[in-house]
């Protein structure tokens, strides 16, 4: 794979992340960023990741640190990026003519067969692609934050995308231990989003009407459905949870029916319950601690990725 590059444009959270995968599967990595000092950020931000994944026994792949390390550089020009990269990620703050500007760009430096995905979390791919010469090698890998803790990436094609940029998609996600699941259409907030955002809601709703603690809302899905969710998810739960999905039907689908009656219009995520949640979050981590428990976050998905692999 080292003969094969990489080109990741935008270097933050998503960027860095994804970099990382790609060179824990052997493959050569340039990571360039319109600010120089995120190239570099994100260079010691994997350094100190790698070291720390090193030292917890959860490194991905066969390779070691360094071997791993010396396959990724950094550099300032867009076009060192892209110009030799059979597989391009885009990794740019999620603003429509951003996106179009950069790919824009990109369309006019990169190999006509290069694959050029974007990290886009709910911009569908038509409306990032639609002018660009290059519009049928396109796609969309949106991926689950951070990326290399949480394997799974949503595959949006746009109409126009050849079916072979699918395919060596979804193989070459999968061959670096990502799980991709493709998106058969363009949808607003795909799939992930739209499920997330559908928990938050309910989430928002149940705390602005007194039902329950932020702390104990959280507990719901971490000690509760989350546990499930972790090895299946609500479907097949649903099928085990009766025998089959015909019996489960048969036994719950009125009182689905009669509590989904009342979840009532969506609410805007503003005004004193905003206050409140915030309150009771910052009171058990502070703002200043946000780093430490995103690593202590890491560390257990990690963990639980190897749990799923020696199982
Ligand atoms: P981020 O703010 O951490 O990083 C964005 C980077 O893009 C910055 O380093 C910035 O300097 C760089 N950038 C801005 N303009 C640029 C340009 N013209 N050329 C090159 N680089 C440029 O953002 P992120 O969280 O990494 O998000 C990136 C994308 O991934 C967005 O589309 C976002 O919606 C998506 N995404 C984010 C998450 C998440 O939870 N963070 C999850 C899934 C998908």
Redesign the pocket.
């Known amino acids: 794979n080292s003969e094969q590059q990489v080109g990741i444009?935008?270097?933050?959270?998503?960027?860095h992340s994804f970099a990382m995968i790609y060179a824990a599967s052997g493959y050569r990595v340039q990571i360039?960023?319109?600010?120089p000092e995120?190239v570099q950020h994100a260079l010691s931000t994997i350094d100190e990741q790698l070291e720390h994944l090193a030292k917890n026994g959860l490194l991905r792949g066969k390779l070691t640190v360094k071997e791993q390390r010396s396959l990724i550089t950094g550099t300032n020009d867009l076009a060192e990026c892209v110009k030799d990269a059979f597989f391009i990620q885009e990794?740019?703050?999620?603003d429509l003519d951003?996106k179009r500007g950069?790919h824009a760009k990109i369309d006019g430096l990169c190999k006509d067969d290069a694959i050029i995905a974007s990290?886009?979390?709910a911009l569908i791919p038509s409306l990032i692609s639609q002018n660009l010469k290059h519009k049928n090698r396109f796609i969309v890998c949106?991926?689950?934050?951070p990326p290399f803790y949480a394997p799974l990436v949503e595959v949006i094609p746009a109409p126009w995308t050849d079916p072979d940029v699918v395919v060596t998609t979804k193989q070459l996600l999968a061959e670096t231990g990502q799980v991709p699941v493709i998106v058969k259409k363009e949808i607003d907030g795909f799939v992930l989003n739209r499920i997330q955002y559908s928990i938050i809601g309910e989430c928002w709703r149940l705390y602005e009407e007194g039902v329950m603690s932020v702390e104990d809302i959280d507990k719901v899905m971490s000690e509760g459905l989350g546990r499930r969710y972790a090895f299946m998810g609500p479907l097949e739960t649903a099928y085990l949870n009766a025998d089959g999905m015909y019996n489960y039907g048969d036994k719950y689908r009125e009182m689905i029916y009669r509590v989904q009656c009342t979840f009532g219009a969506p609410r805007k995520m503003e005004g004193p319950t905003l206050d409140k949640i915030q309150n009771e979050l910052t009171s058990r981590i502070p703002l200043d601690q946000l780093n430490e428990r995103r690593k202590w976050r890491d560390i257990r998905l990690a963990s639980l990725q190897k749990l799923k692999n020696d199982l």
């Open positions: 444009v935008g270097s933050g959270l998503i960027g360039y960023d319109i600010k995120q990794c740019v703050y999620e951003l950069v990290s886009a979390s949106h991926p689950t934050n």
